[in-house]
Each structure stands twice: as structure tokens, then as C-alpha cells.
């Protein structure tokens, strides 16, 4: 059945300071922060300017209000998660905090986000483990098909098992419930790159951790948070095991004041983004999801029918799609930047293209600030950039 493209949510218009000529259809990068969110945020800096050290003073409990708040969000409790910058850092610090030997084996997936595979093969490195990447067909939509792959991998070495939520190369979900209990059972260590699921799923950290030892995920991207922000949560023993990355004045602190407080540094992303909860919230978080997942496979569905692309598989609820670029587009990251770049400059539009051999992977984002003609107008110009 064709998918007609949502209504707009009433009340969108005017949230943003997005630049009107760019269709910026790239939100699952860097998001965009709303317009009230960056008020509170210039609020918040103003009055840390109007006296540092009284800011600075109060600043704990403010963190640990910010993470009540932001804990009630997610379903969790404020005392099993911290707050960090990002999921590059979430990771360093899961990494960091997991005891390896020399032949132990790390498992990630060729869907993983590069720079946290990279970081899995340097942590590898340094305790002379290994990593065992599983290659995942592109084209295969059964979670049942994806889970059996990671579970044939996982050897008597395996120790830790990296797996996204929601990849970013190609839009798709991969470490549900199911997976994540079949890998405790086996006695490995598993770590959720959830980078795209605070605002763009319902998230239910409940008692363990998403079902996870270490999950981690991104308040800037989907949740209307000011950058940087995101949410480590551990389970059970993990809390106490786990090394920050920095030593700082709170390290004699336990779980989480000691990994979130890294010396002086700009805390109002984290102090801001209740703010971003608040306004999803007002605007329905429900009715968001549901424009965005149906406006994006609709994007979805004007690039395969305007270019005959092909569709990668689609999750539902899911505000980001992907396409199969043709063989020789976008194999190498080179070629992948040249045609984000191209088609910035050619149409004036932002998406993600991540490499991949055999023909690249494109990707869409849909937000509530997107129009269906911005998936339109994408289609018709990268069926003429990909016939040149
Ligand atoms: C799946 C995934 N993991 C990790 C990241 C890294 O996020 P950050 O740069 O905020 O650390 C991203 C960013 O796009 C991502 O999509």
C-alpha cells in the first residue's frame, strides 16, 4: 500500500532556526535544537556568567534533578544511570570499564557505527584481545535471521558483544530483548550503542539497563536536548565497576557522580534537556513518532519509485530509512563524502551516505520540521546526479 505523507504537526513551524533553503533530511546526525531548548540553555549560560562559582557551587544538585527528570523520561531510575556528552564516549567508558585478557573477544556487527568499532579493535589491542566482526546481509529484514548470526559468532572467547539499537550506516534495529538475553545466558558482557533511541523510541530502561550491562545513548540527536548530551545506563554490579573516564574531585563518589564529572566544563546541554523531554512531550510524543516514522518510509518510497533504488529493510517506528546506492556509487568513504557533498551543493540537501561495498548506503531522517516535497525534490535530483 502507498504511504501518503503526514499531516504536519500543528505548532512545528517556527520551533527550529533551521536555514528554510537546505532540506536538512540528516536530522539522525547532529538533530537540531529547538528553539525553547536553546533559551533555556542561553538562560543557563547567562546566569553561570552572572556568577560562576555560585553556579558551580550548585551545580550537583542540579545534575541530579536534570537526571530525575531525564531518568522519568527513559523509565529509569536516576541512581542506575549517568549523564556524558556522547555515545562515542559511553562506549569509551563501557570499554574501558570491561576487564579483557589476552585472546578474549570482542563481537561487533559491520552495521556498528565506525569510530565505536574502531574503539572496540583499540581496547582489543592494548589487552591483546580480539575483535570478531559478523557480517550482516544488507538486504535481510528478519530480526530472527540477524539474531542467529550474532549467536553463531559468540565462541568460548567471546567476552563482550557491541550491538546497536538502531544502526546508522543502514536504519535498522538489531539488539532487541531477545538477542541481549540469549548473550547474558551465554555469559557475555553486552553493550548497547542506542545513539538514535531517546526520543525516537519508547525507551524503558526499567531495571536492567534496556536488557543491556551498558546502554548508551544520545539526548542531542531525537530528543530535542541541546549537544551534547546522553545517557549511560549499567546494570546491577557494573554501577560500581565502572572507571571514568577522567579522575575527577567526585571520584570518590560513587555511581554516577564520579563517571559524570569530568573538572569544569559547559553541564547545560545536560541542565537543558529536560527541557527537550518537556517539549516533545507538549507536542505529543506519540503523534512525533508517528509523523516522523510515516514521513520518512513515505521519503523512503519517493526514492525507490523516482530512482528505482533499492529499499533497505524498514523497522517500523523508525524516523530514519535507507536506500542501496548502484555498484561503484559510494564504495570507498571518499565516494561516500563526495556525494553528501554533491548533493548538498546540487540540491541543497542534507543525508547521510555510508559506504559499503557493492553500492553505498543512503540515508534519510524525517523530523517534524520536513516536508513531504523535500523528499520529492531529493528523488528527482539524485535520479539525474546518479545517471551523470
Ligand atoms: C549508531 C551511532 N552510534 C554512535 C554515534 C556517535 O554519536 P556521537 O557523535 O554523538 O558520539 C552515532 C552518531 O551518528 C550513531 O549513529
Avoid at 542501496?324 to 542534507?350: D, F, I
Wanted: contains cysteine.
Amino acid at each position: 500500500m502507498p504511504v501518503e505523507s503526514p499531516h504536519p504537526v500543528p505548532g512545528a513551524n517556527g520551533l527550529f532556526a533551521l536555514d528554510p533553503n537546505v532540506a536538512h533530511l540528516n536530522h539522525g546526525s547532529y538533530g537540531a535544537v529547538p528553539l525553547p531548548v536553546q533559551r533555556v540553555q542561553a538562560r543557563l549560560r547567562a546566569e553561570q556568567e552572572q556568577d560562576p562559582d555560585g553556579f558551580f557551587a550548585d551545580l550537583p544538585d542540579r545534575i541530579a534533578q536534570a537526571r530525575a527528570r531525564i531518568a522519568t523520561a527513559l523509565g529509569g531510575r536516576p541512581d542506575r544511570l549517568a549523564l556524558l556528552t556522547n555515545v562515542t564516549e559511553g562506549i569509551a567508558v563501557a570499554l574501558g570499564s570491561i576487564p579483557l585478557a589476552e585472546g578474549d573477544e570482542i563481537l561487533v556487527t559491520d552495521h556498528g557505527y565506525g569510530v565505536v568499532n574502531q574503539a572496540a579493535e583499540r581496547r582489543a589491542v592494548e589487552c591483546g584481545a580480539r575483535v570478531r566482526t559478523v557480517r550482516l546481509s544488507l538486504h535481510t529484514p528478519d530480526l530472527d535471521a540477524v539474531r542467529e548470526q550474532v549467536l553463531a559468532a559468540v565462541g568460548e572467547r567471546t567476552k563482550v558483544a557491541i550491538l546497536d539499537l538502531v544502526t546508522s550506516p543502514t536504519a535498522r534495529e538489531i539488539a532487541d530483548e531477545r538477542l541481549l538475553a540469549d548473550l547474558t545466558e551465554r555469559g557475555v558482557t553486552t553493550v548497547v550503542d542506542a545513539a538514535h533511541a531517546p526520543g525516537m523510541l519508547p525507551v524503558d530502561l526499567g531495571q536492567a539497563a534496556g536488557g543491556a550491562d551498558f546502554w548508551v545513548g544520545n539526548l542531542h540527536k531525537w530528543a530535542f536536548a541541546p549537544r551534547a548530551g546522553a545517557v549511560l545506563a549499567v546494570r546491577g554490579a557494573w554501577r560500581s565497576r565502572v572507571r571514568p573516564l577522567t579522575l575527577s574531585w567526585e571520584h570518590d563518589r560513587g555511581f554516577p557522580a564520579r563517571v559524570e564529572w569530568r573538572g569544569t566544563a559547559d553541564y547545560t546541554p545536560w541542565l537543558a534537556a529536560p527541557a527537550g523531554f518537556s517539549l516533545l512531550e507538549q507536542l505529543g510524543t506519540e503523534r512525533i513518532r508517528d509523523h516522523n516514522a510515516t514521513l520518512a518510509a513515505y521519503g523512503q518510497q519517493e526514492l525507490v519509485e523516482r530512482t528505482g533504488l533499492r529499499a533497505l529493510p524498514a523497522m517500523p517506528g523508525l524516523a530514519m530509512r535507507a536506500v542501496r546506492l548502484p555498484p561503484g556509487v559510494a564504495e570507498s568513504e571518499h565516494a561516500a563524502k563526495a556525494l553528501m557533498v554533491q548533493v548538498r551543493r546540487k540540491l541543497n540537501t542534507r543525508i547521510a551516505v555510508r559506504p559499503w561495498a557493492g553500492g553505498g548506503a543512503l540515508r534519510i531522517s524525517a523530523q517534524i520540521y520536513n516536508r513531504a516535497e523535500e523528499y520529492q525534490k531529493l528523488a528527482a535530483g539524485l535520479g539525474e546526479l546518479l545517471m551523470r
